[in-house]
């Protein structure tokens, strides 16, 4: 049977998403489109929506990378992930501007108290009528330790991260419980707008957390936003088998997604849960193009736009350690890490790459860090999702755009219909909310 599968599109809005070429790229903003103008954000969500993709998807951090020549000043430069828009802002103006698809913002368990968190979630879910989305991260980097006045051994302290990340899930969870269905009953001859039995306290006392509750909020469409996570480690996939509804993952080929979909899965089953549950989206990064030829040209000009020091830059971040002090021509998969390890396991466990250099490795993280790239005609990128999804199991891509607008519409308009025409994509939504449409198939 034809295995249908889920599509997402990724962001980090405004420039740089993960290309680092994406700013400076000629197709680029074309047509009057500025890139810190909501506009063309709405315009984006728009295209996606009317394709029937699942859901929009905002990254997001708290600050500048600064590691790479132990410095913010080359992030800067090169627009390694900065500027960075404030995700749960710029997502009410999605969530304004469609009526369907999903909507997923970025919070970070160590930026802001659970309450607010659920507090924003729980308005969130409601304004846009059950379409509320939150990816859960941890602030991985060093810079964003020091803004959130954390002391610096919290980013070194990996593990402590997730097990903090679970209790702020837990203070969420009874938070966004704390008003039955059916607490609101508007009763004027009682003059009783909510029922107070039914509204409870969570008085929870934990390690890093305390918190009296109710939430201040009636309970939303979804009850909570759709849980979404990324955790590659194996903490982190611990994390994810234990709340994520969907999952993110960057995996160098069909080996690497296999065998981080089955340990996810396994992983599920091992805490009790249904493995259906929780849908895998791979990233790729798409050139799509009227003929083969057209596509290849399309990547190989944006290819040749990455900058090296660009790569070393936003790698040096997402690893957070120095690549400036280390010989660019060793072997990556020896690199030990307290940043995000799992992109360089990533090459270790892929197929065809296991010897890449840090300096080719640099490259292609400038490049797309280091989510696989694409290139074809509509029906060659149809024919590679769906064989991968055929030979991996898996549920779905998160979508990498070089250029914005010009590579999600392209996308959208011509890749989306060769995979509605095989039956592979929805071709629309239900009624429901989100996570109805996640759980569809
Ligand atoms: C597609 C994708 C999107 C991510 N988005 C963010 C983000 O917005 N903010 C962030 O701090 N980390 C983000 N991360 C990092 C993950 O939250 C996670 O820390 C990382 O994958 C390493 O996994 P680990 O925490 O298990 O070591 C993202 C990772 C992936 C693969």
New binding site residues.
């Given amino acids: 049977m034809t295995k249908k599968f889920h599509l997402a599109q990724?962001t980090?809005l405004p420039v740089t998403h993960h290309s680092t070429a994406t700013w400076k790229h000629p197709r680029t903003m074309k047509g009057g489109w500025e890139f810190d103008r909501p506009e063309v954000w709405q315009h984006v969500a728009q295209v996606c929506e009317n394709a029937k993709l699942d859901f929009f998807f905002s990254?997001?951090?708290e600050g500048v990378y600064s590691d790479y020549q132990n410095s913010w000043r080359p992030a800067v430069r090169y627009a390694a992930q900065v500027p960075c828009f404030d995700t749960g802002t710029i997502m009410c103006w999605l969530a304004a501007a469609t009526r369907h698809i999903g909507i997923v913002q970025?919070v970070?368990t160590a930026a802001i108290p659970p309450y607010l968190i659920a507090r924003r979630m729980a308005t969130f879910d409601h304004l846009s009528r059950g379409r509320a989305g939150i990816?859960i991260?941890?602030?991985?980097h060093k810079n964003a330790t020091r803004n959130l006045s954390l002391a610096d051994s919290y980013h070194l302290q990996?593990d402590n991260r997730y097990d903090r990340a679970d209790e702020f899930m837990e203070v969420c969870y009874r938070l966004w419980d704390s008003w039955d269905p059916d607490a609101v009953v508007q009763n004027v001859e009682g003059d009783m707008f909510a029922d107070p039995s039914k509204v409870h306290a969570i008085d929870f006392h934990g390690e890093y957390f305390q918190v009296a509750g109710p939430l201040n909020i009636h309970r939303s469409p979804q009850g909570r936003p759709l849980i979404v996570?990324?955790?590659?480690?194996k903490?982190?996939?611990e994390f994810a088998a234990q709340h994520a509804e969907a999952v993110?993952?960057?995996q160098r080929d069909r080996q690497g997604m296999k065998g981080y979909y089955d340990g996810l899965k396994e992983e599920m089953v091992r805490v009790g849960r249904n493995p259906d549950h929780c849908k895998v989206f791979f990233?790729v990064q798409v050139f799509v193009g009227e003929t083969t030829d057209i596509a290849r040209e399309k990547a190989a000009l944006h290819n040749a736009m990455v900058s090296p020091e660009a790569g070393l830059t936003m790698l040096s971040g997402h690893l957070a350690h120095d690549l400036a002090v280390e010989d660019l021509d060793a072997v990556a998969a020896h690199l030990k890490v307290q940043g995000?390890?799992?992109l360089i396991d990533a090459y270790r466990d892929s197929g065809t790459e296991r010897d890449i250099t840090l300096r080719d490795m640099a490259r292609t993280h400038g490049i797309s860090v280091s989510v696989p790239q694409v290139a074809g005609s509509a029906a060659e990128i149809a024919d590679w999702m769906a064989d991968t999804i055929d030979a991996v199991g898996g549920d779905g891509f998160?979508l990498s755009p070089a250029y914005v607008p010009g590579s999600i519409v392209e996308f959208c308009e011509l890749v989306v219909p060769e995979l509605q025409k095989r039956g592979r994509v929805r071709r629309g939504y239900g009624d429901g909310t989100l996570r109805d449409n996640l759980l569809a198939f």
């Fill in positions: 990724y980090m990254a997001d951090t970025t970070s990816n991260v941890t602030a991985f990996h996570q990324a955790g590659q480690s903490r982190g996939t993110f993952s960057i990233g995000l390890q799992g998160l």
